[in-house]
């Protein structure tokens, strides 16, 4: 298993549908980040989970609802997003404490139709 | 307020030839900084860091980055471009010295010609 895994790769969703995305790492970390990569803007971090506990929400529309049942899984529920939504999810996690480093997951390309 | 600036999005440079992509940063506290290599279809993963020890930073694939407190930048670079090194570079600062609090440049896209 490589140490950050993010499912599915891709999805095309319909502004009306529901649909999740899922993260999982097998590095032992306790911190996981949500980040939305758009075409010609910096990363954008969404969401920080440091122990299971959201630590961070920076500024992110309700129709993106983050989960973290663990410190091994994330989830971004989706609903009702619009077509500027679409974009590169990328999932990330670290050992929480100094001079750490984010490990990234190859990320979800999301379409909205 | 922390922020970095990448000069130039595009880079183009020959295989064999230096490669330099250019990293400004803002931070009010002594920072920590990152440069992260993104290959087509895949995730961010880490080249090198500074973390206050040594300013010449050495990372994977032969890439190196100097450290410039009076220049307030993080410059990468490597003697000798190889085609595998075609990719989008991010450069990345924290303030605080964990990965909870990143803030990423806008990325610079490496073409590497024959």
């Known amino acids: 298993e490589t140490g950050v895994t993010q499912t599915p790769r891709h999805l095309v969703m319909g502004m009306t549908n529901k649909k999740s995305l899922k993260c999982e790492q097998h590095l032992g970390h306790n911190a996981m980040y949500w980040y939305k990569q758009s075409a010609k803007k910096p990363l954008e971090l969404m969401f920080v989970y440091n122990f299971k506990e959201q630590t961070e929400n920076n500024s992110v529309p309700s129709r993106f609802s983050p989960e973290c049942p663990n410190s091994s899984h994330l989830f971004l529920h989706l609903h009702t997003l619009q077509p500027e939504d679409s974009a590169l999810y990328l999932c990330?996690?670290?050992?929480?404490?100094?001079?750490?480093?984010?490990?990234f997951g190859q990320g979800t390309r999301l379409t909205v139709v | 307020a922390q922020s970095v600036t990448q000069l130039g999005s595009h880079v183009s440079v020959s295989e064999g030839a230096l490669v330099l992509l250019r990293c400004n940063y803002s931070?009010?506290?002594?920072?920590?900084l990152f440069w992260y290599v993104q290959y087509p279809n895949q995730g961010l993963q880490l080249l090198l860091k500074?973390?206050?020890?040594?300013?010449l930073v050495k990372g994977i694939n032969g890439f190196e980055a100097e450290f410039k407190k009076s220049e307030t930048s993080f410059h990468l670079t490597k003697p000798s471009a190889h085609m595998s090194d075609a990719a989008e570079y991010f450069c990345a600062v924290s303030d605080t010295g964990t990965a909870s609090k990143l803030t990423f440049g806008t990325g610079t896209r490496l073409q590497v010609t024959l």
């Open positions: 990330a996690s670290s050992q929480a404490g100094q001079d750490t480093e984010a490990f």
């Open positions: 931070s009010s506290v002594p920072p920590y």
């Open positions: 500074y973390t206050s020890a040594a300013t």
